[in-house]
């Protein structure tokens, strides 16, 4: 068990447009979900944390209006880039950490590769 | 910021044990340390986590020195499909959740 799904694993968008991303953990409820970024040769940054029926918070830098998550129930939360400029083409990934576990270890979707053209 | 350091790379032969170190010398009582590692453009899997006392599982063991200050990964029989970025992590409280911050990691390379 612990599988999480994102959809699409890959888009390409247009500059301005706004792409929506999916995370699921398909097998267990998730307590809290996160949201990473990765650009190429570099580590995962930690962008956002999302409880269910909460509001997320935000690292240091990202910003909140840009970048939009929706965490509606405890399988699924959702990530949107708005106004997507080139600069944002990047490989995003998310995590769950599962509700039922006293260590809360997060387990990771496969990634969403974005490229803004 | 990350709260361990890790070579920036190493290589081992295939079928020897691989050994990955990690400095975590800031780790505070209750923190856990989690490994995880990344094959190419795909998200980080879990490996193994602990607290103070060493671990194994079915992928690897986990040595933790008895003051935490460090960690050693061990592989004990590596593949050619375990050549990937590997990452220590120490697991914080923050904002109030459990985060995990990811450092640089070690690119490990298993050769043929």
């Known amino acids: 068990g612990a599988v999480v799904s994102q959809h699409p694993s890959w888009v390409i968008c247009k500059s301005g447009t706004s792409v929506k991303i999916e995370c699921r953990s398909l097998?267990?409820?998730?307590?809290?979900m996160f949201w990473y970024r990765q650009f190429p040769k570099q580590s995962l940054m930690l962008m956002a944390t999302?409880?269910?029926?909460?509001?997320?918070?935000?690292e240091q830098g990202v910003e909140k209006d840009k970048f939009l998550i929706n965490h509606a129930s405890l399988t699924l939360s959702t990530l949107t880039v708005t106004s997507a400029h080139p600069e944002d083409s990047s490989f995003y990934i998310c995590?769950?950490?599962?509700?039922?576990?006293?260590?809360?270890?997060?387990?990771f979707g496969p990634g969403t590769r974005l490229t803004v053209t | 910021d990350a709260k361990t350091t890790q070579p920036t790379s190493m290589d081992c032969a295939e079928g020897r044990a691989a050994n990955l170190p990690c400095n975590h010398s800031?780790?505070?009582?209750?923190?856990?340390v989690y490994w995880y590692r990344q094959i190419h453009s795909q998200g980080p899997q879990y490996i193994i986590h602990?607290?103070?006392n060493n671990e194994t599982n079915e992928m690897a063991s986990l040595i933790i020195t008895e003051d935490r200050k460090s960690s050693t990964l061990i592989l004990p029989h590596a593949t050619l499909r375990d050549t990937a970025v590997y990452y220590c992590?120490?697991?914080?409280?923050?904002?109030?959740?459990?985060?995990?911050?990811f450092g640089s990691g070690t690119r490990l390379l298993v050769r043929p």
């Open positions: 995590s769950a950490s599962r509700r039922d576990r006293v260590t809360y270890e997060q387990y």
């Open positions: 097998d267990f409820q998730a307590t809290t």
């Open positions: 999302s409880n269910e029926g909460s509001k997320a918070t935000y």
């Open positions: 800031t780790i505070s009582g209750n923190e856990y």
């Open positions: 602990g607290l103070k």
């Open positions: 992590i120490v697991r914080l409280w923050m904002d109030s959740s459990y985060k995990l911050i």
